[in-house]
């Protein structure tokens, strides 16, 4: 995997962990992975990153960003001449 820009924090300031769920009523996350986010590679914030979508869509709690395809960079050249 190409690597990735530092990935900051989904956390929005509202830290209640829901009662039926154990998911942060704010973010989303679980408690482990709230844990596990300061000591995650960028590659494990990535994949935290992702389930977090698929619970927003699964939720009904999106954004218009949620719902857009992904684009992506095409990689560097390594033009030598």
Known sequence: MAQLPNIPSPCVGVCVMHPTTSLCQGC???IGEIAEWSRASNERRYEIV???????????RV???DLRPRRR?????????
């Open 73 to 81: 960079r095409a990689p560097p050249s390594s033009s030598t001449g």
């Open 63 to 65: 954004s218009e960003s």
């Open 28 to 30: 989303m996350r679980t």
């Open 50 to 60: 992702l389930d977090l979508k698929q619970r927003r869509i699964a939720s009904g």
